[in-house]
């Protein structure tokens, strides 16, 4: 098969999406795909051109363009199948108040916030009192993310995020433990625990740095939170309209609570990602899972279950 593989852009989370992105090439060209590498901060221009020539195009880009929805409309206009959710889905997930608007309005758990598009009056404090997260309403892989017990620990985090031409999203901090939980057609995997090394919280460096953060996969929880766990990213993944894959991370409070924090619909994709490694232990290795996703995005291109 002839695949477009879409990758870099111009957000701040290009280098991952480049470095992910050659390891899907090598994993795809050892199963007989003929792949074409498109970066798409060079050859944005040429996108429909190009999609037009392939029979499939995957998408490893994180942040905007690619989460935001405008890739996937651009394909849908070549009549080109890709992986993954529509433009619509894509969108509200990534803006991280739309999705939360969602999610209460589904009767899903997830933390207060409060969304500042542009810095709030100098006497300004959080309707949920202190300490609070900020971080990028629309960005990823934790950054831009800090935590703040007052005003002043607070605006310098703000100052970075307007600096990057972000909107901010504050939430009250939440006691408890990271939990992930990827989707795989209309299956919710195993969850994996997430427990920083390198710092207090899942921040960037946590999750990219050597070392930075174990990953506990399957998570060794209740089975009963396991279940819970799996329902609501499958509930959120619905919520949101969303198709083929997801990733849906949690925080786990002490008594057992749950809170969404928010879904990625382009998550991580090396062999070691996390949802690779949850498709692991559902017997995927990593290049049948880059198949199933091929298999899922053909299925919703024609609207026919091809058959296994």
């Given at each position: ?57 995957l998408i490893n ?11 996937q409309a651009m ?120 427990e920083p090394v ?111």
């Amino acid at each position: 098969m002839k695949i477009l593989l879409i990758a870099g852009g111009w957000s701040s989370e290009r280098e991952i999406s480049l470095v992910g992105a050659r390891g899907m090439q090598d994993a795809l060209t050892q199963r007989g795909h003929d792949v074409t590498f498109f970066d798409l901060l060079h050859d944005f221009d040429r996108l429909l051109e190009c999609a037009r020539a392939h029979d499939f195009a995957l998408i490893n880009l994180h942040g905007a363009p690619g989460e935001d929805g405008l890739v996937q409309a651009m394909l849908e206009r070549a009549d080109c199948p890709y992986q993954g959710s529509g433009p619509a889905g894509s969108f509200l997930a990534l803006n991280k108040a739309a999705a939360k608007q969602i999610f209460r309005q589904a009767g899903l758990p997830t933390a207060d916030w409060a969304l500042l598009p542009q810095r709030p009056a100098s006497d300004w404090e959080p309707p949920f009192g202190w300490p609070v997260f900020a971080k990028s309403n629309t960005g990823g892989s934790s950054l831009h993310l800090g935590r703040a017990a007052c005003r002043a620990e607070l605006d310098p985090i703000l100052d970075e995020i307007f600096a990057a031409g972000e909107c901010a999203l504050i939430e009250p901090q939440l006691s408890g433990r990271e939990v992930t939980c990827g989707v795989l057609g209309e299956e919710a995997l195993a969850p994996i625990l997430i427990e920083p090394v390198a710092g207090e919280f899942f921040d960037f460096t946590s999750k990219y740095a050597r070392g930075g953060a174990q990953e506990i996969c399957p998570a060794p929880l209740p089975d009963a939170i396991t279940a819970e766990v799996r329902r609501l990213a499958l509930a959120a993944h619905t919520a949101l309209g969303l198709a083929g894959y997801s990733r849906t991370d949690f925080i786990l409070g002490a008594d057992g609570s749950l809170h969404l924090l928010e879904v990625n619909t382009l998550p991580g994709m090396t062999p070691t990602s996390l949802v690779p490694q949850e498709a692991a232990v559902a017997g995927l290795d990593f290049g049948q899972l880059l198949e199933r996703l091929i298999e899922l995005g053909l299925e919703r291109h024609t609207g026919t279950p091809r058959a296994r």
